[in-house]
């Protein structure tokens, strides 16, 4: 087991470093302001993309830091799981670089899915424009009117009708639904309540312009409706495509689910932990720079001490994702269940532990948009929830970890 990064990912990283601090790092501030101002509400039909982004993506093309997640020498990097995770990490310390080097949720889960699932109609129709970062895309499981944390209860129907499928249900938290350039949704759905527990749901295309689909709203997080993606409500009404859209199989949901959420586990841990580092790093600026009573604020209320529970905290997380990421390039996520749980657990309460000791030690200001610790408090608060919540992640591990008394 060898955590030491790859010539390859060395390699990146340095670029994805160097490409951050000289065009992205020196915009940033302008590009939330600016975006703020485009997107100043929840009314998701006048959002827009601020041009920086778009010039900053042919940028990041041009340089070959594009499509960094995908395993293939020809349409990504080529990298393993393990070899990307420091890259994802590198991305999180910036909220807007994952867009920039396309390697941005939801969109990097779908081309996995379509590059590992999809028929050679689908790659080339949908998964050709995404990796060239030409339209968005949105993933629908969760529902409004279930407990979404057990998939298997998702009401949503995807049913055979002749030539087509008929899809009728609601989502919801359907997050990039409100870009202007989301073109369709991979909806998840049950086909067949009578089959074994993981053979019941299957996974559609839906382009988003088709009849019967309407999307009803946009949800805010604390407030915020983290513009121009949105997280929204859609209703499928007896939405009818071709059966040519179901991917693999009918009934095969789960499976596909299982090695679309596997990798992308790893990327939202890694870029949790970017986050970390950056809102670490703030603490330290703002301890040091910060006179309260005579000294700095770093000396005086055990910051000190934070300082290092922080630090700890960012490394153990850190350290389980690489060892997540390892077991998935051995042996596939299927195999690796508990050690991704883990990591769902670890590394965004580590976030927002750091985070929210970030916020504390800024005062009044640390809740303003005049540094992103309210947007990272809330990535935070959101993951826990978002990839699974942390009740059901402890019960995954829990199961696993009895199975092995029981084969002794």
Sequence with gaps: MDFNPSAKTLDYRQRLIAFMREHIEPIEAHYHKENRRLNADGDWRTWQVPPIVTELKAKARAAGLWNL???????????????????????????????????????????????????????????????????????CMTEPDVASSD?????????????????????????????????????????????????????????????????????????????PYGHGEVLFDNVRVPASNV????????????????PGRIHHCMRALGAAERALQLFVQRGQDRIAFGRPLLQLGGNMERLADMRIAIDQARLLTFYAAWKIDQVGAMKALAEISAIKVAAPNALQ????????????????????????FAMARALRIADGPDQVHRATIAKVELAKYRER
Aim: hydrophobic share 45%; with cysteine; aromatic share 8%.
């Design 69 to 139: 997640f995908l395993p293939d020498n020809e349409l990504g990097a080529g990298l393993s799981t393990l070899e990307y995770a420091p890259l994802a990490e590198v991305m999180g310390h910036s909220l807007l670089a994952p867009e920039i080097f396309n390697c941005n949720a939801p969109d990097t889960g779908n081309m996995e899915v379509l590059y590992h699932f999809g028929s050679a109609g689908q790659q080339q129709q949908w998964l050709t424009p995404l990796l060239r970062g030409e339209i968005r895309s949105v993933f």
């Design 151 to 227: 998939a298997t209860n998702m009401q949503a129907r995807i049913v055979a009708d002749g030539d087509d499928v008929v899809i009728s249900g609601r989502k919801w938290w359907s997050t990039g639904l409100g870009h202007p350039q989301a073109k369709f949704a991979i909806v998840m759905g049950l086909t067949d309540p009578e089959a074994e527990k993981h053979r019941r749901h299957s996974m559609v295309l839906v382009p988003l312009d088709t009849p019967g689909v309407t999307i009803e709203r946009m949800l805010p997080a604390f407030g915020e409706y983290d513009a």
């Design 247 to 262: 991917i693999g199989q009918l009934g095969d949901g789960f499976k596909i689910a299982q090695g679309r959420l596997g």
């Design 353 to 376: 532990m750091v985070v929210d000791e970030a916020i504390q030690i800024f005062g009044g200001a640390g809740m303003s948009h005049d540094v992103p610790l309210t947007a990272l």
